[in-house]
């Protein structure tokens, strides 16, 4: 009832305004301020795209995740004594690495497929004893690694079929309060389409 009382309202207003302002206002135009004037029908489209944006948020969860950490420098030196040769022993290092990491999920299993690729370039110098020794090298590490949570099977399908269902009773619910509203906006603006003949009716025969 509050609705119709609102839709009314609004066809009233518009009436007036063409009555003042001698302007035209036409069906669709009256049928644009009516949606973006109705509560319901605009709470009804938030929650559309609230629902849309969740399962488009939750399928992208999906998609391969791709990450790289570098590591600019690392340096250390350190000396200590070796007490079974009664020597000192210094040791210097310089390392520089990165690791890209590349994850994808499994949906049907909750798994995850990860590929880690750690490449860098590192220099070692050791004195002991008078003696120098120095290296300098590249080094790749490459790994495949699956992980598998235990009882957790199709969860992650089960919530992307939930958001399905969500999105599609917010989508029906949108389009079902959209043609309620083009109906009463049409019955509210024929009958002040009536009204305004008729009007102009009497005021020809009272001319």
Do not use: C
């Amino acid at each position: 009832m509050k609705r119709h009382k609102f839709i009314l309202l609004v066809l009233f207003s518009l009436f007036l305004i063409q009555v003042n302002a001698q302007s035209i206002i036409t069906l669709e135009q009256a049928l644009d301020m009516a949606g973006k004037g109705s509560p319901s029908l605009q709470s009804s489209l938030y929650n559309l795209e609230r629902t849309t944006e969740s399962l488009n948020a939750q399928r992208a969860a999906l998609k391969s995740q791709f990450s790289l950490n570098l590591n600019p420098m690392e340096y250390s030196n350190s000396r200590r004594f070796d007490a079974r040769i009664s020597q000192w022993y210094t040791n210097e290092s310089l390392t520089t690495s990165g690791t890209f990491r590349v994850d994808q999920p499994i949906l049907y299993t909750d798994g995850k497929i990860s590929l880690v690729n750690q490449l860098g370039w590192q220099s070692n110098t050791s004195e002991s004893g008078g003696a120098t020794n120095s290296n300098k090298s590249f080094f790749n590490n490459l790994n495949l690694s699956l992980t598998q949570p235990l009882f957790t099977y199709n969860r992650t399908k089960t919530q992307i079929k939930t958001l399905e269902l969500n999105n599609e009773n917010a989508m029906l619910s949108y389009a079902m309060q959209r043609l309620m509203l083009e109906k009463n906006v049409s019955q509210y603006f024929y009958n002040v389409y009536l009204a305004q003949m008729s009007l102009s009716i009497k005021e020809e025969e009272l001319a």
